[in-house]
C-alpha cells in the first residue's frame, strides 16, 4: 500500500545528494528503472543526471517520454528547456518554457529563465516583457503571502480582505480561491468551502494540493462517499503522498469501513517518520472496534515520544475503564508547567487531567481544570447559538401534520433515536439493534443535510426552511427520502430496520415526519443535571458547541424540552419518550417497551446488550459493552456546589431530582 511513499522517501535522501554524488545517484536511479511501473519522480531524476552529464539525448528522450505518458508537472517542462538550450535549440527551449509558465504563472524562477532565454535569442522585447510578469507576479505573490501570514497569525478579517483585493486584479486566482476556502472552513462554512474549491478542481484537476482540500472539504459536509472517491483518486495520482492515504483512512472510519481504515493507519503509523497523528487514529478506530488494549498501547507510544501531544492523553480518559497513574498525572501536570503548547494541547491536557484526579477523588482540583479546559475551547471555537423553535413550531403546526400534505416514503424502516448527548441514546441504540432485525448506522447525517439542502438556491423557498417543504411535490419528497435512505442503506447490513441515532435530529421531528410519516422516534431523557455535568466533561471538538459552557447547555436543554413538548401537542403518541434512569431501573419493562413500540417482538439477546459485538463511534463505547448498571447516576453530585450555572438555567425540571 505505502510502497511508493517508501519510495519516495528514498528518492528525496538520493535527490538530497545531487549534483555532489551524482554518480553514485545515477548508478541507483537505473538501478530503479527496471521497476514497473517506473516512478516519473525518478525518472525526471534520472533525466537531470544525464543533462549534468552532458548525456543530453539520454536526458531528453526521458523528458519527452514522460510528457507524452501524460506527465503535468511543470518542472519536467522546464528540465526539458534546459536541455533544448544545451542542444542549442534555443527556440524550442523557449517554446517549452513559454507553456511552463503558461500553465503555472505563479512559478517566478520561470520567468526569469525565460527572460534570460528571450534575451540570448535576441528577443529584448519579449525579454523585457517576460521581466515585467515576473515583478508583477511577484507582487501579486508578496500580498498573497502576507494574507497568508495574516491567517496562520488568526488575523483572518486582515486575510480576507487582502484576498478580496488580490481577486480584484486577478479574478479566479486559485491559489486565492483556496486561501478563501480555508477562511470559510475556519468559521465552519464547510458548504461556502466546499463550492470554492469545487471552482478550483475544474481549473486545475490534476493539483493533488487542491484536490486533498477539495476531500476534505467533502468530509467536512459529510459527503463520505464522494470524499472516498476523491481520496481514491489522490492515491491513485499520488500514492507517495503519506497524507492522501491518512484521510482515506478517515473517509472510511466515517463510512463504518474500520477494518480497512485499521490496514492502513497500522501501515502508516508503521512506515511514516512521525507516526503520531496516525497512532491516533489508529488509536481511535481500535477503541471503537473494541480492541482497547491495542488502542491504549498507541496512545501511550504516541505520549513517549510527543508529551504535549494532548489529544493521546484525552483518547485515553475517554476510555471509562483507564486511570492515569500518578506518574502519567504529574507528567501531565508537568507538561502544562512547561507552557510550550498549542492552545488545543492545553486544551485537551486540561480535560485529561479534569477526568485523572476525578477518578482519584480530587473534585475540587478536577473541575479547575474542566472549567480551564471549556474556557480555553471557547476562545478556540465560539458558540454562536442560533434558536430557530420559532420558525419550527410556526411551520410544523397541528394543521400542518393533520392537512392532506404529500410525503415521502412509507418506508418504516428508519427508527429515530434523538435526545441531548451523553443522555443514554447509545444505550437505547445498543439495545434495540441486538434484535435480529435492526442494523445499527450510527449518527447519520442525511436528515440534516437535507435541511441544508432545501435551504440550497436551487430548490424553491430556497434561504426559508422550513417554509421550503411546503413548496414540494410528492415526487420531490420522495426523492429526498430516497436519498436518505440510500445513505442508511450503506452503513447497515440489509436488516428490515435501522437506527439512527444522530441526536440533534429532535430538531428535525417535523421534516422526519414529512419524509417519513410511519418512522419510529425515541427521545431519550436524562436528569438535565447529570447529562448537563457530562457534556461539560466531554470534549466533542467541533460538536455541540455548546456544550462548552454551563449556562449555554441549560438554555440548550431548555429550548430542546420546549420543542419536543411541541412535537408531542401535534404529533400525539408518535414520540415515544424513555427516561435513561427509569430504564436503568426496569431495564427488561423498558426493553418491552420500546419493542412494542418499534413493532418488535421481544428478543432475549436485547437484555444482553453488552455482549453485542458492533462498533460504537460514540463517548459511550466502552459502558455499552458492560452490563446495566445504576452507579453515574448520582455522580453529578459529587460537583454539584460548583454547577449553580447549570441549575438556576434549567427551568424544565427540579434539578435536584
Not at 447559538?385 to 392537512?403: D, I, K, M, Q, V
Request: glycine fraction near 6%.
Amino acid at each position: 500500500m505505502l510502497e511508493a511513499y517508501i519510495k519516495e522517501q528514498t528518492l528525496k535522501e538520493l535527490e538530497s545528494r545531487l549534483p555532489e554524488n551524482r554518480e553514485e545517484v545515477r548508478a541507483a536511479l537505473e538501478a530503479m528503472a527496471d521497476d514497473r511501473p517506473f516512478n516519473p519522480h525518478a525518472a525526471q531524476m534520472l533525466a537531470h543526471c544525464f543533462r549534468l552529464d552532458g548525456d543530453l539525448a539520454e536526458s531528453k528522450q526521458i523528458l519527452e517520454g514522460l510528457l507524452a505518458h501524460g506527465a503535468s508537472d511543470v518542472s519536467i517542462k522546464v528540465e526539458l528547456a534546459k536541455v533544448l538550450r544545451q542542444q542549442n535549440d534555443l527556440g524550442a527551449a523557449i517554446k517549452v518554457l513559454t507553456e511552463a509558465t503558461s500553465a503555472r504563472p505563479e512559478f517566478l524562477d520561470n520567468w526569469l529563465l525565460l527572460k534570460d532565454y528571450l534575451q540570448e535569442d535576441g528577443q529584448e522585447e519579449a525579454g523585457k516583457n517576460a521581466m515585467a510578469q515576473f515583478e508583477m507576479i511577484k507582487a501579486f505573490n508578496d500580498h498573497l503571502q502576507t494574507a497568508e501570514k495574516a491567517f496562520f497569525s488568526a488575523e483572518f478579517v486582515r486575510a480576507d480582505n487582502i484576498c478580496r483585493k488580490l481577486l480584484e486584479k486577478v479574478p479566479g486566482e486559485v491559489r486565492v480561491l483556496r486561501l478563501l476556502a480555508r477562511l470559510a472552513t475556519e468559521f465552519r462554512h464547510f458548504e461556502i468551502s466546499l463550492s470554492i474549491l469545487e471552482k478550483c478542481v475544474q481549473v486545475r484537476p490534476s493539483d493533488t494540493a487542491l484536490g486533498f482540500d477539495y476531500a476534505r472539504a467533502l468530509l467536512d459536509c459529510k459527503k463520505f462517499q464522494a470524499a472516498l472517491e476523491q481520496c481514491n483518486k489522490l492515491v491513485e495520482w499520488a500514492p507517495e503522498q503519506a497524507h492522501n492515504h491518512g484521510l482515506k483512512a478517515e473517509v472510511l472510519f466515517n463510512l463504518g469501513r474500520y477494518e480497512e481504515a485499521i490496514e492502513i493507519f497500522r501501515e502508516l503509523s508503521l512506515n511514516v517518520d512521525k507516526p503520531e497523528a496516525y497512532l491516533v487514529q489508529l488509536g481511535k478506530v481500535l477503541t471503537t472496534v473494541g480492541n482497547t488494549d491495542e488502542a491504549i498501547g498507541c496512545f501511550q507510544r504516541v505520549i513517549a515520544t510527543e508529551p504535549g501531544l494532548g489529544q493521546a492523553y484525552w483518547e485515553l480518559a475517554s476510555l471509562k475503564t483507564y486511570r492515569f497513574s500518578d506518574e502519567e498525572i504529574a507528567s501531565m501536570e508537568q507538561v502544562l508547567k512547561t507552557g510550550d503548547l498549542t492552545a488545543i494541547n492545553m486544551v485537551l491536557i486540561r480535560f485529561a487531567l479534569g477526568k485523572a484526579l476525578e477518578d482519584a477523588g480530587q473534585y475540587a482540583e478536577s473541575f479547575e481544570h474542566y472549567q480551564a479546559a471549556n474556557k480555553g475551547y471557547t476562545k478556540i471555537l465560539p458558540y454562536r447559538h442560533h434558536g430557530n423553535n420559532t420558525s419550527l413550531t410556526s411551520f410544523f403546526n397541528a394543521a400542518y401534520f393533520s392537512g392532506n400534505r404529500p410525503s415521502g416514503s412509507d418506508s418504516k424502516a428508519p427508527i429515530f433515536v434523538v435526545g441531548l448527548p451523553r443522555s443514554g441514546s447509545t444505550l437505547v441504540e445498543q439495545i434495540i439493534t441486538s434484535h435480529s432485525q435492526v442494523d445499527a448506522t450510527g449518527e447519520l447525517t442525511g436528515i440534516t443535510a437535507i435541511s441544508r439542502q432545501l435551504n440550497a438556491s436551487s430548490l424553491p423557498g430556497h434561504g426559508q426552511y422550513p417554509k421550503s417543504l411546503a413548496d414540494l411535490g410528492a415526487d420531490q419528497l420522495r426523492e429526498l427520502a430516497q436519498q436518505y435512505l440510500q445513505e442508511a442503506q450503506s452503513f447497515g447490513h440489509g436488516a428490515a430496520y435501522f437506527v439512527d441515532k444522530a441526536p440533534d435530529n429532535f430538531n428535525h421531528i417535523g421534516l422526519i415526519k414529512t419524509l417519513f410519516p410511519g418512522a419510529k422516534i425515541i427521545d431519550v431523557r436524562r436528569n438535565p443535571m447529570a447529562s448537563g455535568w457530562s457534556m461539560f466533561r466531554q470534549f466533542f471538538a467541533d460538536s455541540f458547541l455548546f456544550s462548552y459552557d454551563l449556562v449555554n447547555i441549560g438554555r440548550y436543554y431548555n429550548e430542546y424540552v420546549d420543542l419536543m413538548d411541541h412535537w408531542q401537542a401535534v404529533l400525539p403518541g408518535q414520540v415515544l419518550t424513555i427516561s435513561y434512569e427509569d430504564l436503568v431501573a426496569d431495564l427488561p419493562g423498558h426493553v418491552d417497551r420500546m419493542l412494542q413500540y418499534c413493532g418488535l417482538d421481544f428478543e432475549e439477546q436485547c437484555l444482553d446488550f453488552h455482549l453485542n459485538k458492533r462498533a460504537v463511534a460514540t463517548p459511550s463505547s466502552e459502558q455499552v459493552r458492560q452490563p446495566i448498571y445504576a452507579d453515574a447516576l448520582e455522580h453529578w453530585r459529587n460537583y454539584e456546589q460548583f454547577l449553580s450555572p447549570l441549575k438556576q438555567t434549567i427551568r424544565h425540571q427540579d434539578p435536584g431530582k
